[in-house]
């Protein structure tokens, strides 16, 4: 079986990227997100500095929570691949669930472990959605046999006893 990422770095270099891209994927939807916010909830003349005062509050703040959530899981994904000596999709669904239970261990170990579990089924159904659609996709791109193909022709009437529909010429 290939690996689903073939052209992901190899896991010591993973981890930054992973945390970089975290980081910003964090940092811009914090940003739309508390733009809009602070304009909306900003007086009539302020609406537009108003948006700018919560996306500079707020913005760093939820990307540096994406990139701690992100670095988390590749730490654990990478650890997963080492200790498994595989990459495959269960080193995901495993990274989720480390992932989700260590963020929430200071709430105790009850809260860890249903945060775990429940870290781990979301995972697993991305996992199996991105498995699902790549079947999809690798089917529709799978080149289809010509219809006027004769050893199609052929091979569809040997398949199916010779007998098949046959034209006559009965409309001449």
Known sequence: M???????????????????????????????????????NSPNGARLAGGMQALRMNAPR?????????????????TAVFVRQKEDPWNSVIAGAATHGSLNLRR?????????????????LIEGVGIVLNNVVDESARPQPPVDDPNLAAATATATGGGGFQASNDFQ
């Open 108 to 124: 105790g170990l009850g809260a860890a472990a249903r945060s775990a579990v429940f870290g781990g089924c979301l995972l697993a």
């Open 2 to 40: 290939s690996t689903p990422f073939p052209e992901r770095d190899p896991c010591p270099d993973r981890i930054l990227d992973d945390l970089g891209g975290a980081f910003a994927m964090g940092a811009v939807g914090g940003s739309v997100f508390h733009f809009a916010k602070g304009t909306y």
């Open 62 to 78: 939820i990307g540096g929570a994406f990139a701690v959530w992100g670095g988390l899981f590749s730490v654990f994904n990478c």
